[in-house]
């Protein structure tokens, strides 16, 4: 039995927690893998509810259990998740950007990875008036640049693609900051012979991901122009509504949609669940390999190909050409993994 934490969130995220729970009982019902689903607050509503976005009980909550599931917050997010990154050191953003087929999508042929450092860069939140001006500190590590750059690698040799990491920053400008984390891919890329090795200049890119994407496997950046670049690169390939993300430390992990609370479609069953849907895969995957549990992977794999079986047959969501709603749709997921 493993204990997930669901952050419900704000926006569109009670619609997307709704369509997780349906899928995780399902699985509980149909798959024999048992989950206890615990739902927790944090956000814009539990500003308003509580007077603190992130209410004590909801972290205490998250430490007892397996891992967490966090539908998108709204505004308050900065002190939701960067501080759950922070906190619970989840060091590592992972976000997909993989080809569905029959996507209203740039390209159909795309299989990629943004590996982006979350617990530094400008989110260290250290911003403050000095006179006429508004000053943020850029704090970029060694220590940090060193355990992302091998993820980065070690992700890049476990994917059965390329073997090839970009590393992207600006160091042409931030010579120091991003200088070091250039300085430090390159080091650890030594340890990697196997793997090939590049730069790039975060503006060259974002250009090349638009231009020539089938260039990029695993992409390394830091925290910034990871979360810039990986909103484009899910675009390429299919848009937000298909764009899961993990955030990965030693010991827990996080799993949550690329995308933010959508305010503008919520309220109007036309959510797309695939970005949350698709998290839980990445979790599923993360509990096998952490507990050495097959299970986790099969029920993983059946659910990704039940995602695309749908897509591929015309049954989806309004954001990439379809009609159902996101409760049709969840019920047809349910459906074809009760089979
Ligand atoms: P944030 O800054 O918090 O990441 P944002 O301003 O980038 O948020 P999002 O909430 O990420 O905005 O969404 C951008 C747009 O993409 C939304 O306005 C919405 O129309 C669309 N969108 C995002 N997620 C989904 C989804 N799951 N299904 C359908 N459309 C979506």
């Known amino acids: 039995m493993y204990k997930i934490s669901l952050i419900t969130g704000d926006g569109i995220g009670p619609e997307l927690s709704d369509s997780a729970v349906s899928v995780l009982e399902t699985i509980n019902d149909k798959l024999d893998l048992k989950f206890e689903i615990i739902k927790l607050q944090a956000g814009d ?79 260290t939140g250290k911003e403050f008036s000095l006179g006429d001006s508004a000053v943020a ?4 590590s060694e ?27 600006k160091s042409n400008v931030m010579r120091i900051t991003d200088g070091l984390f ?40 830091t925290n910034l122009f990871g979360d810039i670049l990986s909103d484009e690169s899910s675009q390429v390939v299919g848009g937000l509504g298909m764009a899961p993300a993990a955030n990965i430390g030693d010991d ?12 503008d479609i919520a309220g109007q069953n036309i959510a797309n669940p695939s970005s949350f849907l698709l998290s839980i895969k990445m979790m ?12 986790c992977f099969q029920v993983g794999e059946k659910l990704e190909s039940v995602i695309f079986n749908l897509v591929k047959t015309g049954i989806k969501t ?22």
């Open 252 to 263: 827990f992990a996080l799993f949550e949609p690329v995308h933010g609370a959508a305010f």
């Open 143 to 169: 220590k940090a640049s060193k355990r992302i750059a091998k993820y980065a690698f070690e992700t890049a040799t476990q994917r059965d693609s390329m073997k090839k990491v970009t590393c992207v920053h």
């Open 45 to 123: 509503t539990a500003l308003k509810e509580k007077g603190t976005a992130l209410p004590n009980e909801t972290i205490v909550s998250i430490k007892k259990s397996d891992a967490c599931l966090k539908a998108p917050v709204g505004e308050s997010a900065a002190d939701v998740i960067v501080v759950l990154r922070r906190m619970l050191d989840l060091y590592a953003n992972i976000r997909p950007a993989k080809s569905y087929p029959h996507m209203p999508a740039l390209r159909d042929d795309i299989d990629m990875v943004i590996v982006r450092e979350n617990t530094e860069d400008l989110y």
């Open 284 to 295: 599923l995957d993360w509990l096998g390999t952490k507990n050495q549990d097959s299970k």
């Open 137 to 140: 500190l850029r704090i970029i």
């Open 182 to 221: 250039a300085k430090t891919c390159s080091e650890v890329a030594q340890n990697y012979p196997d793997i090939s090795f590049e730069q790039m200049y975060v503006d060259a890119c974002a250009m090349n991901l638009i231009r020539q994407p089938e260039q990029f496997d695993v992409i390394v950046t």
């Open 318 to 339: 309004k954001d990439i050409g379809g009609d159902n709603t996101t409760t049709e749709f969840t019920r047809e997921i349910t459906n074809q993994l009760s089979l």
